[in-house]
């Protein structure tokens, strides 16, 4: 089986299982994050409590929620292409955070050229210094939802911890384990059809590609991409190289990846990854994310595209945020017209635990593994209250209510 394969076609079932809790988070903070020039809501600006490995995104909406087992005094919000905002905790009224957008200048003395293929492996080289050297146990919250055109058929949660030896010793060893889930799946016999994702939160852990050479970075991997500067960016305050790549020219056997690298200009840290599959291959690119579908139904991918970023402490960087969207249209024989499906998985590394205790093999979550098959049903309303984790956007709050009704 490809290792990058990512989706598993099939009838969704569910079955019923619960993990342990963990710590309570007696404290809180909520508002909303939105541009300040215009008062659109900003989706996926990181939040985090300075001081902490405390951290969440906002949804949709803008709206977070953030938590913590001590008082919140101050919070932080970053995103790229903004300037960082730093508020003080000054009552329980929710905040509105401004975020203003990154006015680009330069020093006279930056250097802006040079050889982008030379900047990114010079960053490969230090990652073994710029990123964790020791293991950690990192808490996370998870999320898959599906859409069938712009309807939600299936929603699943979970928070998870995931288990990652240090920067220098690929993502072989590295374990995810679930410590509470729940799923939400429409009753529909339209809505049967469905994408189950393989992998769950194991996937982030197998997808951090930092960590990853086989992905891009390793040398077999980055000679099958050309590199090409583009205008610098700043994120966190912090300068970056904007470097783009895509496939070289030439015959490869695998659908490869067009994207974008973010890479810190002082440390040559990898700070943002974007991915997206090439789609011009149809055939290779099902190959690379399919691994089993209907003999009836034909499948046309429209869209495969990865983000991961990196949060940096001062001393070393991590994994922080993880998401994945694939686009694709069914087409049954018979059937006059194709459907549409959106796939999104997101994952948020939310803390990270003082003590790094591996993963038992018995408890690790399997990249052969799917969640809507071990999670517990949608219906306790405080299911999360104790826990640090993407607040649901309004709309998956109006599709909870549906696909209850639909039962």
């Not at 990154?102 to 003395?109: I, N, Q, V």
């Not at 034909?298 to 990196?310: C, D, F, T």
């Amino acid at each position: 089986m490809n290792r990058h394969a990512i989706l598993i076609f099939a009838l969704l079932l569910c079955t019923l299982t619960l993990r342990a809790q963990t710590e309570r988070l007696a404290y809180s903070v909520q508002g909303t994050v939105v541009d300040a020039d215009n008062g659109k809501a900003i989706e996926s600006a990181l939040i985090s409590i300075p001081g902490t490995n405390n951290a969440t995104v906002s949804n949709a909406d803008g709206y977070f929620t953030i938590k913590s087992a001590e008082s919140i005094s101050r919070i932080q919000v970053t995103l790229l292409g903004y300037k960082t905002a730093v508020c003080d905790i000054t009552s329980n009224a929710p905040l509105k955070v401004r975020l203003k957008p990154e006015s680009f200048t330069l020093e006279g003395a930056t250097i802006i050229s040079g050889n982008p293929l030379e900047i990114v492996r010079s960053a490969v080289r230090k990652i073994p210094s710029n990123y964790s050297d020791h293991p950690e146990l990192l808490e996370c919250f998870y999320r898959e939802t599906i859409r069938k055109k712009t309807r939600y058929t299936y929603i699943s949660e979970a928070v998870a911890r995931m288990y990652k030896t240090d920067y220098d010793d690929g993502v072989s060893r590295d374990r995810t384990a679930l410590e509470k889930s729940r799923v939400l799946i429409s009753q529909k016999k339209s809505d049967t059809l469905s994408v189950k994702v393989q992998g769950g939160p194991a996937q982030a852990a197998y997808l951090d590609v930092v960590k990853n050479p086989d992905i891009l970075f390793g040398n077999e991997a980055i000679a099958r991409y050309t590199f090409s500067m583009d205008a610098p960016a700043f994120i966190n305050g912090r300068q970056q190289f904007v470097i783009r790549f895509q496939p070289s020219p030439g015959k490869h056997d695998d659908a490869l990846y067009f994207g974008t690298l973010y890479i810190d200009c002082e440390k040559l840290l990898f700070t943002r990854i974007e991915m997206s599959l090439d789609m011009s291959d149809t055939g290779k690119a099902i190959r690379r994310i399919v691994v089993r579908k209907p003999l009836t139904m034909k499948l046309v991918p429209k869209e495969m595209s990865i983000v991961v970023n990196y949060s940096d402490n001062g001393d070393m960087a991590r994994l922080s945020y993880f998401r994945s969207v694939f686009r694709f249209n069914c087409d049954w024989k018979k059937r006059l017209f194709a459907t549409s499906y959106t796939a999104v998985n997101e994952l948020v590394v939310t803390d990270v635990r003082p003590e790094a205790i591996p993963i038992a093999r018995s408890d690790m979550f399997r990249t052969s593994d799917i969640l809507c098959d071990k999670a517990s049903e949608f219906t306790d309303p405080d299911f999360w209250k104790d826990y640090n984790i993407i607040e649901p956007t309004e709309s998956l709050e109006h599709a909870v209510d549906r696909l209850r009704k639909s039962k």
